[in-house]
């Protein structure tokens, strides 16, 4: 088992800081993203743990053999490797516990030659308390 620990500044002041979890295995299954949290309106309603800044969300997938995910579009985007090796856009190759973050883009296809977890942060704005 693996921990890995993360966090978001929340977009207001004054926010107790918090703690919850949520199984995903099901959704996982997928090969696709699955929103683990967010605090933006278009994930209002859905399984994900909602968290205290309206501009980011937290996506992972767990990918076999052959299979990819297109990151979201978004001004600031953070991709962390879990576990496993995966392909970006043919450019770079990234291995457990690289990360890649990225400006002002979106649309990469993320490949996995063996089996991959990645998480990836969406953020639509940068936070200053």
Excluded: C, K
């Amino acid at each position: 088992m693996h921990f890995v620990q993360m966090w978001v500044v929340p977009d207001e002041a004054g926010v107790t800081p918090g703690y919850e979890q949520l199984e995903i295995d099901a959704e996982l299954l997928s090969g696709g993203l699955v929103t683990v949290a967010s605090g933006m309106d278009r994930h209002r309603g859905a399984s994900a743990i909602r968290i205290h800044n309206r501009h980011a969300a937290l996506y992972a997938a767990r990918l076999g053999p052959g299979q990819h995910v297109i990151l979201p579009e978004a001004p600031y985007l953070h991709l962390f490797v879990a576990r496993g090796s995966v392909d970006l856009e043919g450019a770079w190759v990234l291995h457990e516990g690289d990360a890649a973050r990225f400006t002002a883009t979106g649309g990469h296809r993320v490949h996995a030659y063996a089996p991959a977890e990645i998480l990836v942060w969406e953020m639509h704005a940068t936070v200053t308390l």
